[in-house]
T-cell receptor, first 113, second 112 residues
Framework: GEDVEQSLFLSVREGDSSVINCTYT??????LYWYKQEPGAGLQLLTY?????DMKQDQRLTVLLNKKDKHLSLRIADTQTGDSAIYFC?????????????FGSGTRLQVQP | DGGITQSPKYLFRKEGQNVTLSCEQN?????MYWYRQDPGQGLRLIYY???????QKGDIAEGYSVSREKKESFPLTVTSAQKNPTAFYLC???????????FGPGTRLLVL
């Protein structure tokens, strides 16, 4: 079955790195995503990684994928107060025939000035 | 200015009333989706549509209905059968054959 799990809360100091973790159970997932949600807003696509990749870097964001352990992480370098938000991990698996994403419960990132 | 719009931003429902949430996109995306978000939880799929005049139930379709008469529009009706409708509703869209979804700003539905 499909299940995506994340820790609920992370607090870091401004300027530090943040690492948000996610585990998933469906080994046939093809794409894994990170979305950001600010209060009262929709979800903003941050980045995604294809399942045959180990790492993807995009400016301050680094995504690491350990397919053997079904573990995904998002590292935010030089975290700023504007990074405070809820971060959702999501997976897709088009082989199920259902083109929708399965989301984790979200990790609330709090950045202390 | 391309994107996904949802209206209204806030919606109030009285007991026994049906209400309709609007979702429009000008991205020329084929597929559209409706998700429900409850506090402290992830998103759960209500309905999705991969093509005009076709739609499929998601995980929590009971008490909801949709239509897809135009490519750009995918309205969601919350019926009186939905006993716990208070939530944040998010619409998304994607190109056919691509899994990456883009989201609208959401509608918060409250019950009076």
């Amino acid at each position: 079955g499909e299940d995506v799990e994340q820790s609920l809360f992370l607090s870091v100091r401004e300027g530090d790195s943040s690492v948000i973790n996610c585990t998933y159970t469906d080994s046939s997932s093809t794409y894994l995503y990170w979305y950001k949600q600010e209060p009262g807003a929709g979800l903003q696509l941050l980045t995604y990684i294809f399942s045959n990749m180990d790492m993807k870097q995009d400016q301050r964001l680094t995504v690491l994928l350990n397919k053997k352990d079904k573990h995904l992480s998002l590292r935010i370098a030089d975290t700023q107060t504007g990074d405070s938000a809820i971060y959702f991990c999501a997976e897709s698996n088009p082989r199920t025939g259902r083109r929708a994403l399965t989301f984790g419960s979200g990790t609330r990132l709090q950045v202390q000035p | 200015d391309g994107g996904i719009t949802q209206s209204p931003k806030y919606l109030f429902r009285k007991e026994g009333q049906n209400v309709t949430l609007s979702c429009e996109q000008n991205l020329n995306h084929d597929a559209m989706y409706w998700y429900r978000q409850d506090p402290g939880q992830g998103l759960r799929l209500i309905y999705y549509s991969q093509i005009v005049n076709d739609f499929q139930k998601g995980d929590i379709a009971e008490g909801y209905s949709v239509s897809r008469e135009k490519k750009e529009s995918f309205p969601l009706t919350v019926t009186s059968a939905q006993k716990n409708p208070t939530a944040f509703y998010l619409c998304a869209s994607s190109y056919q054959g691509q899994e990456t979804q883009y989201f609208g700003p959401g509608t918060r539905l409250l019950v009076l």
